[in-house]
Nanobody, 121 residues
Framework: QVGLVESGGGLVQPGGSLRLSCAAS????????MGWSRQAPGKQRELVAG???????NYADSVKGRFTIPRDNAKNTVALQMNSLKPEDTAVYYC???????????????WGKGTLVTVSS
């Protein structure tokens, strides 16, 4: 069994910073991808940032220059450092990972339960 646990959401003022964390646990053979998606009320879920096993990072245009995605491969954790937050960043943020479990031939996609980020004065 593999699980993802997120932490770090909350209320922050516009222009502020917040850091989310996600840890993968279980019988993990290989983590191919870790990232963050978000879903605002009435909108579709969108990928915000991701990093693959080669260390290649990608960001949504809306967060480039403001968000970064540090990853600790040894601990199977990923963070989302969010700076210069805007009200439109308000959403539930979900950790996503593509993980191959020990003994399995293929990887599967896993999602965390989500953590709410509210940007408001």
């Amino acid at each position: 069994q593999v699980g993802l646990v997120e932490s770090g959401g909350g209320l922050v003022q516009p222009g502020g910073s917040l850091r989310l964390s996600c840890a993968a646990s279980g019988s993990i053979s290989m983590v191919w991808f870790m990232g963050w998606s978000r879903q605002a009320p009435g909108k579709q879920r969108e990928l915000v940032a991701g990093i693959n096993s080669a260390g290649t990072r990608n960001y949504a245009d809306s967060v480039k220059g403001r968000f970064t995605i540090p990853r600790d491969n040894a601990k199977n954790t990923v963070a989302l450092q969010m700076n210069s937050l805007k009200p439109e960043d308000t959403a539930v943020y979900y950790c996503k990972a593509v993980i191959q479990e020990i003994g399995r031939a293929s990887a599967m996609e896993y999602w965390g339960k989500g953590t709410l980020v509210t940007v408001s004065s």
